[in-house]
């Protein structure tokens, strides 16, 4: 019996060849616009002690108690695969004193991050993030910036009917207010809520606001919200992002029961949502964190961010051509007898060493085959090497968009210092 494929894991995707394009516009855009504002690279690595995320995220979180991927290693310790970065990043930025340098620390980063949800269109169990944090101010200009990042990123890659939602949750001293108003609220019906939400009661009473339930929501649809509790210094820090964001041509809408899902948030939150999705309709989100440095054993350092979806931004981005559709200008190198490819060879490295794009057959196809092979590549010219020409010291050239052939001698290729030198070379040979 013949041994059983070996699939991928439930919840994950292949990324293939065919996407290699879309990908690669993703993040140079993001590295493009990240690097414009001023914000450098950071990696962290993908696994980390698992108390890192039980800190950050909270040890009550749906993501801490339902969806990390965390186990053993051969030494016994508790190690956690990446539900997010944020934590990742705070570590570093106290590990390493980088606020000690600079102030103010502004990091992006890409890379897969990992959780055990029920996957469904847009939600996988490893999935891909960009993000950028800005590490120790609490101006409220530095949160416009950050919005605006996240913004001119998913506008830049042409993500479609954005809306940007905005909140603020404030800190712990307004939420201690509202906590005593939202509890005399829900206590009398608490019953008639989720058995989610009667947990959430007991922990982590904001996050009933993000209840899937549509009866939890009608319930909740005149409950106290934190916003209308600010003390006045936090509320002010919000108008005044508000006024930056007006500034900066920033559309948002004030949607006063937004909450996250990561529990180091404070004040400022949001969240861009694209109509093109369906359920899963959040692209980015992020906010402030003016607590978790200090909570994660650094010193108090104010910080805000956020995180996009690169799954969710290709659902929400209009399509683009393929590479396979898309022509490049580059060579096939096509042998008439396969003496001739150690020659072939040559010229394939002295292309390719001028930085432009050259493939070759690997499969011993005929003449026949290998220009079939040479339509397919996407590369603009085929160079063949026949008996006649090869023996003149020449190659025949020819343009795969229109069939048209002619000649060039070898020695002007090798000849040829760069793109530019070999691209002259072959319009003076098609005149
Ligand atoms: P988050 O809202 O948990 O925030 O995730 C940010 C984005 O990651 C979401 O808007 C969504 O596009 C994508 N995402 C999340 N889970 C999945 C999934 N299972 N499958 C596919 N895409 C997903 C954070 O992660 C915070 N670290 C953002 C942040 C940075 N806040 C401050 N700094």
Redesign the pocket.
Known sequence: MPDEKIKAIYGVRDVLPDEADRWQTIISTVYRKSESYNYNFIMPPIFEATELFARGIGEISDIVTKEMYTFKDQGGRSLTLRP???ASVVRAYIEHSLGAAKGLVKVWYAGP?F?Q?RPQA????Q?Y?F?A?AIGSLDPVLDAEVINLNYDILKDLGVDDLTLEINSIGMPEDRKAHREAFIQYVEPNLKKYCQDCQRRFGSNLLRMFDCKENSCQDLLSEAPVVFDYLLDENRRHFDEVLKYLEIADLQFTLNKRLV???DYYTTTAW?FKSGKLGS?D??????R?DLLVEQLGGPPTPG??????V??ILMAMPSGTETSDREKFGFFIAVGDQKFRAEAFKLLNAIRSIGLPADIDYLGRSLKGQMKQANKSGLSYALILAESEVAAGKVAVRNMRNSKQFELAMIDIYKAKDAEELGDLIETGQR
């Open positions: 997010e970065a944020t991050m959780r949800e847009g939600r996988y169990r999935f993030q993000g944090e996250r899902g990561l969240e899963q959040s692209v980015s989100g992020g906010g964190y805000i961010g956020f995180a996009a979806g799954e969710r």
